[in-house]
């Protein structure tokens, strides 16, 4: 892919600093996703790299994959 996307492999520390190293670490996800983080609690996420509001973990999309839920990825905690 031309974005670089496939080069992650799921991979979510790959992912999140792909994202970033393009500047689009705050663009809108295609569909507004609730996660379920590993603390426990749900949030909703709207953006291609979030934290979660309650302990910190970092989670991220890629712009082509941000409207299917499985291809968020976890890049640990305030990462």
């Not at 496939?6 to 569909?31: H, Q, W, Y």
């Not at 507004?32 to 309650?54: A, N, R, S």
């Given at each position: 892919?031309?974005?670089?996307?496939?080069?992650?492999?799921?991979?979510?520390?790959?992912?999140?600093?792909?994202?970033r190293s393009k500047g689009?670490?705050?663009?809108?996800?295609?569909?507004?996703?609730?996660?379920?983080?590993?603390?426990?609690?749900?949030?909703?996420?709207?953006?291609?790299?979030?934290?979660?509001?309650?302990?910190?973990?970092?989670?991220?999309?890629?712009?082509?994959?941000?409207?299917?839920?499985?291809?968020?990825?976890?890049?640990?905690?305030?990462?």
């Amino acid at each position: 892919m031309a974005c670089g996307c496939g080069s992650t492999n799921g991979d979510g520390k790959k992912i999140c600093d792909l994202v970033r190293s393009k500047g689009f670490e705050a663009m809108p996800t295609k569909v507004e996703h609730t996660i379920e983080c590993t603390c426990g609690k749900e949030f909703k996420m709207t953006q291609l790299v979030q934290d979660c509001p309650h302990c910190g973990i970092t989670y991220a999309v890629t712009p082509c994959s941000s409207d299917k839920k499985e291809n968020i990825a976890s890049c640990g905690e305030n990462y």
